[in-house]
């Protein structure tokens, strides 16, 4: 490819940026069906269009992708209902027609995009174990000196992404993610409603529990709080209320 092509990075074009959102699925402890969380996609795309990025949506499989259904500010349940960033992005028919059709992360381009950022939400702790696409380009991207993100439960994709040598990604790294006391919280909750019974969990594994049994150095800012972590050129956020944090600390990473 040519260096003068417009599709490959230079410092005469914006930012690009690649957002990786999870396919839709049934939770195989709950029997829920599972997605991508609102916010750990339109934060991130607020604080990077504003900066001037050009940001594309993915997703491992592609194809329509569907939200977790207590992330949309519109959900009778009132849980996300503070969340303007996500109401607006669902208003506006353009963005919201971007989850109509995503394409897969096979075609990701890794000399077209800045930086990847994988969001959460309740799908990849069931989907990511076979996204082998997400798990060579997430690792690529880290090789390569570009900015590879996650967030929240799409810090699952550190218990699978290897190095061309073939060792764990999040081997000795300082990372962050859903917390073992935010799981505390979740399971609690549906426990309390009697949508569980109490010897079953929302989720099949732990995040903090899996990056420390990986050797990474997981930290956290406590329960619910918005919290980033970069270490080099990987930036980890610790849950739904982190979008913006990740995509500042992504925006710092790359010097601006």
Not at 244 to 254: D, F, M, N, S
Request: aromatic share 10%.
């Amino acid at each position: 490819m040519s260096l003068k092509d417009p599709n490959v990075v230079s410092p005469g074009r914006p930012k690009r940026v690649a957002v990786v959102v999870a396919n839709p699925a049934v939770s195989t402890t709950t029997g829920w069906p599972v997605g991508f969380w609102w916010s750990e996609l339109t934060h991130p795309y607020y604080e990077l269009t504003e900066k001037g990025y050009e940001v594309e949506i993915f997703s491992p499989a592609g194809g329509r992708c569907e939200a977790d259904a207590m992330s949309d500010p519109r959900d009778p349940s009132g849980y996300s209902a503070s969340d303007l960033i996500s109401l607006g992005f669902l208003h506006t028919p353009r963005l919201a027609a971007l989850l109509d059709d995503t394409r897969p992360v096979s075609a990701i381009a890794l000399d077209r995009f800045d930086a990847l950022v994988v969001a959460g939400g309740q799908a990849p702790m069931f989907t990511f174990e076979s996204a082998t696409d997400l798990h060579r380009i997430f690792a690529a991207f880290y090789e390569a000196g570009k900015i590879a993100c996650a967030l929240c439960h799409g810090v699952a994709v550190l218990r699978y992404a290897r190095l061309s040598n073939g060792e764990l990604l999040a081997k000795g790294k300082t990372v962050t993610g859903f917390a073992n006391v935010e799981e505390d919280f979740a399971d609690e909750a549906v426990w309390g409603m009697g949508l569980l019974p109490r010897d079953r969990h929302v989720m099949p594994w732990r995040i903090e529990d899996e990056l420390r049994r990986l050797g990474a150095n997981y930290v956290q800012a406590g329960r619910w709080r918005g919290f980033a972590v970069r270490d080099g050129n990987l930036v980890t956020g610790q849950q739904n209320f982190s979008g913006g944090e990740t995509a500042r600390l992504l925006i710092q990473a790359l010097g601006e």
